[in-house]
């Protein structure tokens, strides 16, 4: 959504800007042709990210810098750059299409592997947790993160499957949850317990609190921070923090309902279904 996500952005023509999210640079891209004397530094943890930078920079010479690391850490980085505000925050939060489609990364259903690490110097891999973390944990695992209803069930599945060897792949996990869990509709029953796998993982909801806490202190005077997000959990994060920032009168809530894709935009790309804007502006 990037159309969406610049209109809210971008509100100095000569800012600097914070790409949380980098991925395949498309957020940014857009940003630095549509407009045309911004500058950004983007973050992203996966060393694909750092390859696909390139391109971008090649294409914006000067006005475009990277930094492999967690957005977490945004404002320590930011720091040893010697910036100390930036005029807006981007954050694009979930897995890339094109980390969805790798079939080494293990987030697809249908992944000979069972990883789910969006940085590969994450000591903690999926296979690991689903093969060495005991039956309540990983009901806890399912529930909490996935918020899946059948996760004593399915965890037990799991647990009892673990008895006769070693889980190795995203496509043994999911008949797992298959054996207990039945597909309604075109949701794969294994949906919430692969998102659940994923966000602990990566401590994306750790990572997200991490970088809203810190944006008020980056953030310059009318600069703004726009986060998307594509389920409830992430949502109600980001809700939370604006609404409680702008109670303290820090921040001035720019969406005051949710902004989600438009039709063009879900029709050229599907997984925008799901995505979520929330926007807002720093007032003090």
């Known amino acids: 959504m990037p159309s969406e996500s610049s209109h809210y952005l971008v509100r100095d023509e000569?800012?600097?800007?914070?790409?949380?999210?980098?991925?395949?640079?498309?957020?940014?891209?857009?940003?630095?042709?549509?407009?045309?004397?911004?500058?950004?530094?983007?973050?992203?943890?996966?060393e694909d990210a750092a390859e696909n930078f390139k391109e971008i920079e090649s294409r914006f010479p000067g006005r475009i810098t990277f930094v492999r690391d967690n957005f977490k850490n945004v404002k320590s980085n930011l720091e040893a750059l010697s910036i100390s505000k930036v005029h807006g925050i981007l954050a694009d939060i979930g897995v890339s299409s094109k980390q969805f489609d790798d079939?080494?990364?293990?987030?697809?259903?249908n992944s000979k592997t069972l990883d789910m690490r969006m940085d590969a110097r994450n000591p903690l891999t999926a296979k690991e947790v689903i093969n060495s973390f005991s039956q309540d944990e990983l009901a806890d695992i399912f529930y909490k993160y996935g918020q899946e209803h059948r996760s004593r069930q399915i965890a037990k599945a799991v647990y009892d499957r673990r008895k006769r060897g070693v889980i190795n792949t995203s496509v043994e996990l999911q008949e797992i949850i298959r054996s207990v869990k039945r597909?309604?509709?075109?949701?794969?029953?294994?949906?919430?317990?692969f998102q659940a796998l994923r966000i602990f993982v990566n401590k994306e909801l750790e990572n997200l609190e991490g970088l809203l806490g810190d944006a008020p202190d980056i953030l310059a005077s009318g600069g703004r921070i726009v986060i998307i997000s594509f389920h409830s959990l992430e949502d109600s994060i980001v809700k939370r923090n604006f609404k409680d920032n702008a109670a303290a009168g820090t921040y001035k809530i720019l969406t005051k309902k949710v902004v989600t894709a438009s039709d063009?935009?879900?029709?050229?790309?599907?997984?925008?279904?799901?995505?979520?804007?929330?926007?807002?502006?720093?007032?003090l």
């Open 14 to 46: 000569n800012g600097l800007y914070v790409d949380c999210t980098f991925g395949g640079g498309g957020h940014s891209a857009y940003l630095l042709e549509k407009h045309k004397n911004i500058k950004i530094i983007a973050f992203d943890w996966d």
């Open 264 to 283: 063009e935009e879900t029709k050229n790309n599907p997984r925008s279904r799901s995505a979520k804007i929330r926007a807002a502006e720093k007032v």
């Open 103 to 109: 079939m080494d990364r293990g987030f697809s259903f």
């Open 183 to 193: 597909q309604e509709g075109k949701i794969n029953p294994a949906t919430k317990v």
